[in-house]
Structures are given as structure tokens and as C-alpha cells.
């Protein structure tokens, strides 16, 4: 009976290493190139590329055709999504998402914290056409988007500041000034954040892309921690962005719904 039950417990040894290689990139949190991909999963240049062949084959790693960096691949997207959505939070939001789509007329961007930074999860497009490139898997800035200014108010400070190295930003020196407020640009930065924190609701006017605009509202768990955020993006002619607008006062009553939802609840979402 042992002997069998150690029989049925024998992996398959390859696949084990290819899944060191995987682990590597999930540890790295970015695309690497072929040398430093092998030496973090404790192979040679050689071995590793003959795995990288099949797995890419596979989808579960795809390489760059500028850089040559390697990086999780389609498959790997789908496998995470499928995780995701088994998630309490965006189980809930999903088909809030959808209304919230159908009521405004807007698209609607569901996005949790990845490794680059707020990620898409779900894209629901509204009835206004968007000449811009969104979909499952975009990742979205933290600076220019109002899905990334979100994210910067309510997500831990630790996560923040590797999702902030991963897109290039640092933070703004106590001493650089705005010429056109005086104040440094630091305190204009944490005034901003603090404002977004009581609205519960950020905006972007023709930013990141000319023409389109974007609302976006943190949902939260009982500790207000930040579980995704919700973001309605339009363009720009057409979508009402005013705090106190019509697609303000939606998304306001979305995500309270959204919250109410929630198992275990104990805070209120309220703008």
C-alpha cells in the first residue's frame, strides 16, 4: 500500500521545471530577458530556452518581438482571470458593471491591482463608440488615468510603491515647486488624493487620449482596503464628468449597491 501510494504521488519532472520558470516571472513581476529568466529559475541559458520554446507554444509565456523579454503569455491571462473570478468582490460587480454600461450609455471598466499596476478584468462596452485600444488585460497608468489615481488613494502604501517603480514613477520632491500655486508639488499630489478619498471618485478630461474622459470609484472591503475599482469611460463631447453629474450620482449608487452586496459587510460606500 505505501509503495503504491508513493507511485501515485511521482510527478513528472519536466513539467515541474517548467513550472520554476513560470515562478520566476510571477517572483520577478516583469518581462525578463532569456539570461536572467534561466538564472532566477536555476537553469542554463540552453535549458531554459528549450522550455521557453514549448510554453510559448503552450501560451503560457510569450515573447517580446523588439526586446526579446519574455513575459506571462495568453493562456497564463486566461488562467488568472479564471482565479479572479472566483474572487467574492468581482463576482458581485460583474453584473453591476453591465448595468452600469446599459444605463449610461458609457463603457465600463472593472480593474483590480496587478503587478504592473490597476489591471482590466472586465470591459463592457457602452453604446458610444471609443476610438481607443481597452480590453481584458490593459493596464492602466496611475498618473494620468483616473483608474490609477484611484488605486492611489486606497491601495497599501507597500503595493503602491512597487506598482509606482513598475511604471517608471517616484515619488515628487518635498521641495519641488508648482510655479503656478507655489506649493510643492508633493503637497499638490497628497491634496489631490485626500480630495479623491472623500469623493470616492476620481476623473480624467482628454487624458490619457485626446477626446476621451473617464470616472472611476474605488470598492471597498470592510477595512477599506481597496477590491477594484469601477470606472466609466466615454467621450469626452458627451459623457458629464461634473462631481455632482448624472454619471457621478450612477456610479454613486452602483457602488453602494455593489458594497452592500458584499459578504461579511460592514462599511458604507458613500461619495
Not at 535549458?47 to 495568453?74: C, F, I, M, W
Not at 490619457?208 to 470606472?231: E, H, K, Y
Not at 469626452?236 to 461579511?264: C, F, K, N, Y
Request: charged share 20%; aromatic share 4%; glycine share 8%.
Amino acid at each position: 500500500m505505501k509503495e503504491a501510494t508513493s507511485k501515485a504521488q511521482r510527478g513528472i519532472q519536466s513539467v515541474e521545471v517548467a513550472g520554476r520558470i513560470l515562478e520566476a516571472l510571477v517572483s520577478r513581476r516583469e518581462p525578463l530577458p532569456l539570461s536572467e529568466l534561466a538564472s532566477a529559475a536555476g537553469l542554463s541559458t540552453a535549458q531554459a530556452h528549450t522550455y521557453l520554446v514549448s510554453l510559448t507554444k503552450l501560451g503560457l509565456v510569450k515573447r517580446d518581438a523588439l526586446t526579446n523579454y519574455y513575459e506571462p503569455g495568453p493562456l497564463s491571462l486566461r488562467l488568472g482571470l479564471m482565479h479572479v473570478e472566483e474572487q467574492p468582490a468581482y463576482r458581485v460587480a460583474m453584473p453591476y458593471a453591465m448595468q452600469l454600461a446599459e444605463r449610461t450609455g458609457f463603457s465600463v471598466a472593472l480593474c483590480i491591482a496587478g503587478a504592473q499596476g490597476p489591471t482590466i478584468v472586465r470591459y463592457e462596452r457602452g453604446g458610444n463608440p471609443l476610438h481607443v485600444n481597452l480590453h481584458v488585460g490593459t493596464v492602466m497608468s496611475l498618473e494620468t488615468t483616473s483608474t490609477g489615481r484611484v488605486f492611489k488613494a486606497f491601495l497599501d502604501a507597500d503595493e503602491l510603491a512597487v506598482m509606482m517603480e513598475r511604471q517608471g514613477l517616484g515619488q515628487p520632491s518635498a521641495i519641488a515647486h508648482d510655479p503656478s500655486s507655489g506649493v510643492s508639488l508633493r503637497e499638490k499630489q497628497q491634496t489631490s488624493l485626500e480630495a479623491i478619498r472623500r469623493r470616492r471618485l476620481a476623473r480624467s478630461v482628454d487624458m490619457p487620449s485626446p477626446g476621451i474622459s473617464s470616472m472611476s470609484t474605488p470598492i471597498l472591503d470592510a477595512n477599506g482596503r481597496i477590491l477594484l475599482a469601477l470606472t466609466v469611460i466615454g467621450p469626452s463631447g458627451a459623457m458629464d464628468v461634473g462631481w455632482s453629474g448624472a454619471i457621478a450620482r450612477e456610479m454613486s449608487e452602483i457602488a453602494g449597491l455593489i458594497t452592500q452586496a458584499l459578504p461579511h459587510r460592514t462599511l458604507t460606500h458613500a461619495i
